[in-house]
């Protein structure tokens, strides 16, 4: 079941392409930005500017990305998944799915990034590491908010203000090691951070996991 | 509450406020008197996790079993913690502001805070944006339980992992390396308990109002 609902959410994107596109162009947008607002300056891009320049554009762009996984759903196809999946299959293919996507996200933000402004990471392996780890913080914590938002008015807005507060803890490790891999410092300095976002990535999944029932269930 | 907890926090406080003021604390550099705040602004942290932990507690029990009563409970415990976290934020400024020589120092604990209170602020606001009373109090109770998840790391791993300039961190002599004479702890231990009695006792009178506002509304419509 778990399978089938996640080819289901792959081949409905693929179907409506616009979706994904937009959310490619939104990326794209706003990487331009930063580099047309930098345009003939660029040395003045230190590594602390890009690192955080680089998780701004990813932070929106994921929420946005993963807002859209519940908000959009009609009302009568979710009286349908109800009839037919546990709620717990819901979820994970969902996560599965948002985990997918938005590792691509990040992967093509880091390349637009690297190719509009410049790259100034040394340790390229334990930045795509780091880049898995946060896609499935964002996408754990971000796939059950947007259950959660999509019950109530104003679903966009709350959103962001429900989600920010809950993935800081992930963004806040990803910045740290993020610097650590521009500074090209031993490996062994960043284990303990990979280590605890791994945990807190876990811990938030578990919660999800625990509480999406009851969500789902009005 | 029981009456004789309101005049136990009542006596604490006072205790604390005279002792904590009059009582000889150790001379140390830098900290000097403002060491007077560990009666304060700690145990206001102290008590706004354990109203927090008793709102978690509540959201859980109504996801279990449906009440307005254990709602009400979850809510207004959330409205006092969030009290203590201002009053926490604001004397930890005025302190940052003689030790460290500004109020916003940018510490990693003092971060921590500010985003613990804009996870509960945010409670707030989602509870606004739903208008079926069911619907609010469960969605209400999850996001409670996820943002209690999300801010375990926030307090209690991340200001560990760090530098920072806060006392019991990075090196920073905490409370054992300030009480080599107990005296202090003989001020500090009623001090927990009488702000968090503090706190207990608001909670409870709000959700007295709004318990009786419900009937009040019931008795109305009938």
């Known amino acids: 079941m778990l399978l089938q609902l996640f080819l289901k959410e792959l081949t409905l994107e693929l179907r409506r392409k616009a979706v994904i596109s937009g959310l490619a162009l939104y990326l794209f947008s706003t990487a331009f930005i930063c580099y047309l607002s930098f345009s003939l300056k660029q040395?003045?891009?230190?590594p602390l500017v890009w690192s955080s320049l680089f998780w701004v554009t990813i932070l929106f762009s994921v929420i946005n990305t993963v807002a859209k996984s519940f908000i959009g759903e009609k009302k009568g196809r979710e009286i349908y998944y109800y009839s037919i999946a546990s709620p717990a299959d819901i979820l994970l293919s969902k996560m599965l799915y948002n985990f997918l996507l938005i590792s691509i996200l990040t992967l093509i933000g880091w390349?637009?990034?690297?190719?509009?402004?410049?790259n100034p990471l040394t340790d390229h392996t334990l930045?795509?590491?780091?880049?898995?780890?946060a896609a499935l913080g964002f996408s754990s914590s971000l796939t059950m908010l947007s259950a959660l938002a999509a019950k109530a008015n104003h679903s966009n807005i709350l959103m962001a203000v429900l989600s920010f507060p809950v993935v800081i803890s992930v963004l806040l490790i990803v910045i740290k090691i993020t610097k650590n891999c521009i500074d090209g410092l031993d490996r062994s300095v960043s284990y303990p951070d990979l280590i605890t976002l791994l945990a807190i990535n876990c811990l938030v999944a578990a919660?999800?996991?625990?509480?999406?029932?009851?969500?789902?269930r009005s | 509450m029981k009456t004789w907890a309101k005049i136990l926090s009542v006596v604490l406080l006072v205790y604390t406020i005279v002792a904590g003021f009059l009582f000889t604390v150790p001379r140390l550099n830098i900290v000097n008197e403002s060491i007077r705040s560990l009666y304060f602004h700690v145990p206001m942290w102290f008590g706004m996790i354990a109203l927090f932990t008793v709102s978690l507690v509540y959201s859980i029990l109504y996801l279990n079993k449906p009440s307005f009563k254990r709602d009400t409970y979850a809510v207004e415990f959330v409205h006092a913690g969030i009290l203590l976290n201002l009053l926490g934020l604001t004397t930890g400024m005025i302190w940052a502001n003689y030790t460290w020589g500004s109020p916003w120092h940018g510490d990693p604990k003092q971060n921590g805070a500010a985003i613990?209170?804009?996870i509960y602020l945010a409670y707030f606001v989602l509870r606004g944006s739903i208008e079926n009373e069911d619907q609010k109090a469960r969605l209400s109770a999850v996001y409670n339980i996820f943002a209690y998840a999300a801010m375990i790391p926030l307090l209690f791993i991340i200001p560990?992992?760090?530098?920072?300039?806060?006392?019991?961190?990075?090196?920073n002599p905490g409370f054992n390396a300030y009480d080599l004479d107990s005296n202090m702890r003989l001020v500090f231990y009623p001090a927990v308990l009488g702000w968090g009695l503090l706190g207990t006792w608001i909670a409870t009178l709000r959700v007295r109002?709004?318990?009786l506002n419900d009937r009040l509304l019931n008795l109305n419509n009938e």
Request: charged share 5%; glycine share 8%.
């Open chain 1, 43 to 46: 040395n003045q891009i230190t």
């Open chain 1, 111 to 118: 390349l637009l990034f690297a190719l509009l402004l410049h």
């Open chain 2, 209 to 211: 109002v709004r318990l």
């Open chain 1, 127 to 133: 930045f795509g590491v780091t880049l898995l780890l």
């Open chain 1, 207 to 216: 919660a999800s996991y625990l509480l999406f029932p009851y969500i789902w």
């Open chain 2, 160 to 171: 560990r992992m760090t530098s920072s300039m806060h006392p019991g961190n990075g090196g």
């Open chain 2, 116 to 118: 613990a209170l804009l």
